[in-house]
């Protein structure tokens, strides 16, 4: 790929099975091919599975990796000034989640952890976008009360999944509702709860409970350090009320402006902004979703182009800034750089 084709693209389908039960909505957002065991897809991912060398990367439209295509130009993909602070890395990972079964009971690393025990440079913040909510449904996030190591771990070798369930913090959440997890913070997800998921660029998971899932804790819950380790990682206290409603923003992909959908406090690690049925993004690396609708995006040094429900596309720094019209649609974007540096 020439640095003079470093181009807009809608992204095929990128989804492979896990270990909890998936639903039929992302398969009939994304025109397939969805499955029994595919509850995900990872939207223009340079990030692969844990322990995987492949599995997780996203191609474009010509097969290319997205990920041999910024590193063929990085300038080109993701702007000189991203390059400079923060390499070829995209600095966020996409997915569409549409669980058929509560996620268990779990909670992912910070960067110092993962930086100290397993030598990357991201940990694991990451934020929901609630798509489609059944009444009543909701999301486990923190402990409701300060947790003691020796008992956890207690409750993790029993396998006391209804004691585990029951020590999370509940919030019902509705369509529009947008949450921030800190890295470290135990939570779970309702079934049926279909999301947006931005995330760290890392696919690192430290599993409490797993019992009635299609995966072997005893072996692959703990990021291969084991549980006395990989709790270290684990937010024990609870989250203050204050800190608990901060990471909580409702109503999020109401009204007809241009706006920010997430928490402020994710800004450090990516950023959404909403463009419904209208908006102007400057120039910059971006995925983007189109929820519903169709349109164009019309980019100052590429071509114009369709879109319509469904569609997902990569935008480069070299095409400019860009407009969108007819569509409403979710623009994911890297941190903002200054703030990136205090991200823990």
């Not at 999370?168 to 959440?173: G, I, S, W």
């Amino acid at each position: 790929m020439s640095q003079s084709a470093v181009v807009p693209s809608k992204l095929p389908s990128n989804q492979f099975d896990h270990f909890y039960r998936g639903g039929n909505r992302i398969g009939a957002l994304r025109h397939g091919p969805g499955g029994p065991m595919r509850p995900e897809e990872w939207i223009g991912s340079v990030t692969t599975r844990f322990g995987e060398s492949a599995q997780g990367l996203s191609t474009l439209e010509d097969g290319t990796l997205l990920k041999d295509a910024i590193a063929a130009h990085p300038d080109a993909w993701l702007g000189p000034d991203h390059v400079k602070n923060f390499g070829l890395s995209t600095e966020i990972l996409i997915k569409l989640l549409d669980p058929d079964q509560r996620l268990p009971v779990h909670f992912h690393p910070n960067k110092a952890f993962s930086k100290q025990h397993l030598g990357l440079d991201h940990g694991k913040t990451e934020a929901w976008i609630i798509l489609e909510a059944p009444a009543g449904t909701g999301v486990g996030l923190g402990f409701k009360e300060q947790q003691n190591k020796a008992d956890l771990l207690a409750l993790v070798r029993n396998q006391d999944s209804a004691a585990l369930l029951a020590s999370l913090r509940r919030a019902e959440v509705s369509v529009g509702d947008a949450v921030l997890v800190p890295a470290g913070v135990a939570h779970a997800i309702d079934a049926g709860i279909f999301l947006l998921e931005l995330q760290e660029p890392t696919d690192l998971s430290a599993l409490l409970e797993w019992e009635g899932f299609a995966v072997d804790g005893i072996k692959d819950g703990h990021l291969g350090l084991g549980f006395e380790t990989v709790t270290d990682a684990l937010k024990l206290d609870p989250l203050t009320d204050a800190e608990f409603d901060s990471l909580i923003a409702r109503n999020a992909l109401s009204g007809g402006n241009l706006r920010s959908i997430l928490p402020l406090k994710a800004d450090g690690y990516f950023r959404a902004h909403l463009a419904p049925q209208t908006g102007n993004f400057d120039a910059g690396f971006a995925i983007a979703l189109v929820l519903n609708g169709s349109g164009e995006i019309s980019f100052a040094s590429a071509p114009s182009m369709a879109i319509t429900q469904g569609d997902a596309l990569v935008i480069p720094f070299a095409a400019g800034d860009y407009s969108i019209s007819g569509a409403n649609v979710i623009v994911c974007r890297p941190p903002l750089a200054e703030l990136a540096r205090n991200a823990i």
